[in-house]
DNA sequence: ATGAAACGTGAATCAATGTTCATATTATGT
DNA sequence: ACATAATATGAACATTGATTCACGTTTCAT
């Protein structure tokens, strides 16, 4: 579970965040195996042998980033979550939309990294997903209870919606680099909310 | 846009198929990089010379595959339809879903191939899915046209429904490895029709 | 039947790249 | 200030794996 062997002093830390950066952006644009090491230490200003003292290999970097990025997201839509504790199911599935698409604006080849990841790391990859679906069945579940929601299999609803956001992000953020509006979040509520049926 | 030189003789297409099935197995289970030209043809049961007779490099076989399955799914998907052409939208939305799951219980490694292409080939793997979603948003704009569906924008809608699909045949054929029952099919339908929230 | 085109071969080639390591420099606690 | 640990270097190494090609074999139209 440790893929980096983390620095004991200032340098280190900044020599690590500069291979980090280095790393993430090259992965995100050339993917895994097109990127080189030699790329990423050169991005980085450091020196090729550098990246060896704090990561045993190539695919060590790779899924340090992957775990790294989906804990800032799980965090920042936790934090966001409980800035509204008394929301609703669905308002709180609202805030979920507006982070999540803010924080993949900002590294939008999160998706990129993660889906790259089920060919270096296919446990890796299902570990990534399975993580952010236990967190929705909770909530689900709790919906449910209260009312709100009706009784769709939480497992399977928790799917459906991971798949929503990432194909929404993935047609604004990768095909066509636009923005995602706040009429969009507005649909993608409604659409969750009572589907694609005319209500008669 | 002719990633293959087609065989002129019986014996040709033959071993076309025998490189052709090879292929698809070895990168659906190891991806592309980590599949090689000569585990391809020795499963294939030729030297390594023939691939190059009708490929000129790695990458096209990779790209040929991808075509070629994304092709045969549309027009399964496209049959089924016609089958039943006076059902509604909501009706011929679960037979594509009947389709397209079986068709990906077969060949579950379109998806790994697929994803993996935005690195192998940016341009097709967009295509893709650009391709999936302008047969959906014809669709789409005719049942908002009778009234049957809501008016969301065609081009999220289709996106979001390839999001839940795919997504959940990940769940199913890749993590879970488990089949996809007539309640799953009938609890997307109910998804899709009319959201998460109890009807009042 | 026959020759030209199509197909098949697989060892050799050649470029690419992840990783190592002996050595040098810098940081930190006492 | 000194010793020790931590960090940095980058040329050299070793492996890997896609692609080539000169030479056989098979097919098929005439």
Known sequence: MDY???PKTKRGEQTLKKICDAAEELFTKNGYYATEIHEITQKAGVATGTLYVYFPDKMSVFLHLMDDLGHK???AIRLAKLAEPSASMIEQ???AIR???SFVREHFGLFRIVWQAQFVDAEAFKNYYERFSKGYISEIVKA???GEVRGLD???LSYILMGIYSFVALKHFVFDESELDEDTVEQLVEFISHGVLKTI
Request: proline share 6%; net charge positive; no cysteine.
């Open 4 to 6: 980096v062997k983390l």
């Open 154 to 156: 939480p497992v399977l």
């Open 99 to 101: 982070v999540f698409f």
């Open 93 to 95: 599935e609202r805030i």
């Open 73 to 75: 997201l799980r965090k």
């Open 144 to 146: 449910q209870e209260s």
